[in-house]
């Protein structure tokens, strides 16, 4: 019983992400079908006890009769051929940054913005977006505290993983830790006309989107760092109406998909491998901002894994969402 699945991208390493929360969550499915580009085509993965073979995406009929295709193989293979998935009648969930912007095409974190995909059917093609990892972790932590105070000002700092830039990138930390293990950078993303880089304006614009809110000002600065797997945020928040961190601190305990740890007397904090392989984004460092007047500010610290909440997780999520 249940939907008859498509991962896209599967042998990837959010393509892998896919299938182990697929199983860890008892997501139900009919059939599988593991697509991936020729070069992988005929590769056999195990999964729940069976063999699959990888097959050619671009092959004829390769979504006939798929329900759900959850694609992750970058922006260039969801423009060729999530289309086609949509005109053979199957809702494709994008992890890639193709369609965020459409402004036909809902872009959604299901704790924050379920809303968003309220017209969506199962049987009735379509894409939903799955924001960027980096947007994702920060509006877990940040969306309780909008919807108490209102944002108007966010100011990010990121301290991302090599998993974010693939699998091959996080070969490449293992083999070169020496070279990276004493350094940071900016972001590989290219740098646009405002001096931004591109996954910094992907926080500014899926935030206003995903929020709807086309006023909040939104500004961040991304850097990768030698860790493996999950991402960590520095996030100032500006609000509207006071709150003062003892509020903070208890919408976030309430908050879904979010663990505190905030332990100031041992300095236990959120860290990148504490939250690794973890579904909840870690919170910490909750404090007022003392550069801001009438509790009107926080400082927060943002932990989250950014193969699984930041891209897998949130999209099977979706898929669930579908099934409801
Ligand atoms: C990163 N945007 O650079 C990627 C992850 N999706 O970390």
Redesign the pocket.
């Known amino acids: 019983d249940g939907p008859s699945v498509a991962i896209v991208g599967a042998t990837g390493a ?1 393509g892998q992400e896919f299938l182990r929360v697929i199983s860890s969550r008892g997501f139900p499915y009919r059939s599988l079908r593991l697509l991936a580009s020729e070069r992988s085509a005929g590769k056999r993965l195990p999964f729940e006890g069976q063999e699959y073979t990888v097959q050619d995406l671009a092959a004829p009929g390769a979504f006939d009769g798929v329900d759900i295709a959850l694609f992750s193989a970058g922006g260039g293979v969801s423009r060729a051929h999530a289309p086609a998935a949509v005109a053979s009648g199957a809702v494709v969930v994008d ?1 890639s ?1 193709a369609f965020r912007m459409d402004p036909e095409v809902p872009l959604v974190i299901p704790e924050v913005n379920p809303e968003a995909m309220a017209h969506v059917r199962l049987g009735k093609g379509a894409i939903v977006a799955n924001p ?3 947007t994702i972790i920060c509006l877990m932590a940040a969306t309780p505290l909008h919807r108490h105070a209102k944002v108007v000002r966010m100011v990010v700092s ?1 301290y ?2 090599a ?3 693939g699998a091959a990138a996080m070969e490449e930390l293992k083999l070169q830790t020496q070279e990276y293990a004493f350094n940071i950078f900016s ?3 290219p740098i646009v006309e405002n001096g931004y880089n591109e ?1 910094e304006m ?1 926080m500014v614009k899926e935030t206003r989107k995903i929020w709807n809110d086309k006023d909040v000002k939104v500004t961040a600065t ?1 850097i ?1 760092v030698p860790v493996m797997r999950a ?1 960590a945020e520095s996030v100032n928040l500006q609000f509207e109406k006071p709150l003062d961190e003892d509020t903070a601190r208890e919408i976030l305990r309430a908050a879904e998909g979010v663990t505190i740890i905030d332990d100031r007397a041992s300095n236990r904090f959120p860290t990148p491998l504490e939250v690794s392989d973890k579904d909840d984004v870690a919170v910490g460092r909750i404090r007022q901002d003392l550069s801001q007047d009438d509790n009107k500010g926080l400082d927060i610290f943002v932990c989250g894994d ?1 193969i699984r909440k ?2 897998a997780l949130n999209a099977v999520q979706i898929a669930e969402m579908l099934l409801k």
């Open positions: 959010v992890n940054s960027n990892c980096s990121t991302q993983a998993s974010g830039a972001h590989n993303a996954e992907k991304c990768r991402h950014q930041g891209a």
